[in-house]
């Protein structure tokens, strides 16, 4: 298992990251499956027609519902959910930003009000280890704190060296798991995540503790959640001379086509975001000609496909005018199939990305698309 750079054009790459469950081509994007399932009603194999590398799943989310001993029982998440591909999850962590309001955060772990049923629910490195053993993905992220990106310097700080003593705890529960013979995937890998807010010092500090262990990936964490995307721009810049260069990068929770690209050309490999899936089930489109919101009245009598450049399903068999129409009454194909024409324009730009960098046309190529795609279709 390894990560291969084959070509650089400027600070974007091309690489094949070897795993347990098979290889991913980067730049990817992972199509995200919160609860082993992508909202929407978009099943596994609908992932593979649309061309989907990487399923992401959240730990907090199956902690809490079915529970990991079930889905371990079941022989772990590829068994359960009938994907043959790579999963990465995530490590609970994030929750400890998005439910600000529900928790406790002491050096052994975060307590949490569940947001389910208000049930108490505990994550320290060692539990959230655990949860993702028994799911068995290929890719485990290390449990941090993910702070406001905005959040004061002094708080930051004192959150990124608790991040770093519960990055050890990490690499050693995920040691012993993977060594005990009732694990299902004892070839788990474990990404760690870089935070440190907007805070440049911070940044560049952790990143240099932390690239010191012997990890097969690194993430920047605590962007997209409150800073301006040029203060996101600038911190992957900054971030990027102390990221090896032998290991694959993961930039957490984004983003727009836009984002990505600009992402891409400071030195990002790997993106996940719900973004797509969100705005696909109110109609919200991505396209070569732009944004596209199909609730418009415009799209009344329309017999285009929702983008006439895509070779997706949707667009291959329905007019705007059509699914409009399942919006409007109601009718949960619309919200399917809009939802498996915004995944398919992800992966496809992902792998014109690639081909963009193998063919040494990435600068016109980036250009021209965050000229399109950050603009609303005609």
């Known amino acids: 298992m390894s990560f291969t750079l084959h070509k650089t054009c400027g600070n974007a790459r091309l690489g094949t990251f070897k795993t347990v469950h098979g290889d991913i081509q980067t730049p990817v994007f992972m199509n995200v499956g919160t609860s082993a399932a992508i909202k929407g009603g978009i099943s596994t194999g609908d992932l593979k027609h649309i061309k ?5 799943s959240n730990t907090y989310h199956l902690h809490v519902r079915p529970g990991e001993d079930i889905i371990y029982q079941l022989g772990g998440i590829h068994k359960f959910f009938n994907w043959d591909k790579p999963v990465l999850t995530d490590s ?5 930003f998005s439910l600000a309001q529900l928790r406790n955060i002491t050096e052994e772990g975060v ?7 208000g049930a108490k629910v505990f994550m320290s490195p060692e539990v959230s280890m655990q949860i993702q053993s028994k799911l068995a993905s290929t890719i485990a992220m290390a449990f941090d704190e993910c702070p406001s990106s905005v959040a004061d310097h002094s708080y930051i700080d004192r959150s990124v060296d608790r991040t770093t003593r519960w990055l050890h705890r990490c690499i050693a529960e995920m040691e012993r798991l993977n060594s005990l013979p009732e694990t299902i995937n004892k070839n788990q890998m474990l990404f760690g995540i870089g935070q440190g807010g907007i805070y440049d010092d911070i940044r560049v500090r952790h990143l240099k503790e932390i690239t010191q262990l012997d990890l097969d990936g690194f993430a920047l964490g605590g962007l997209a959640v409150g800073e301006t ?10 971030c990027e001379p102390f990221m090896p260069k032998n290991k694959p990068r993961y930039l957490m929770g984004v983003g727009t086509p836009v984002n990505i690209l600009e992402a891409v050309d400071r030195g990002i490999d790997f993106f996940d975001c719900v973004m797509p899936s969100r705005n696909a089930r109110h109609g919200n489109l991505f396209t070569s000609e732009g944004l596209l919101n199909l609730n418009n009245n415009k799209y009344l009598l329309d ?7 895509c070779d997706c399903p949707a667009c291959r068999s329905y007019s705007r005018a059509y699914i409009r129409h399942l919006f409007k009454a109601r009718e949960l194909l619309g919200m399917r199939l809009c939802v498996i024409h915004n995944l398919y324009f992800y992966n496809k730009l992902m792998e014109d990305i690639r081909a963009a960098i193998a063919e ?5 190529f980036k250009a021209e ?4 795609l950050g603009r609303r279709a005609p």
């Open 52 to 56: 989907c590398q990487v399923e992401l």
């Open 92 to 96: 609970g962590g994030f929750q400890v």
């Open 111 to 117: 307590t949490f009000a569940s947001h389910m049923d």
């Open 229 to 238: 995307a040029d203060e996101m721009y600038r911190v992957i810049e900054v």
């Open 303 to 309: 017999s285009k496909p929702l983008d006439p450049e």
């Open 360 to 364: 040494d046309r990435w600068p016109q």
């Open 369 to 372: 698309m965050v000229e399109r």
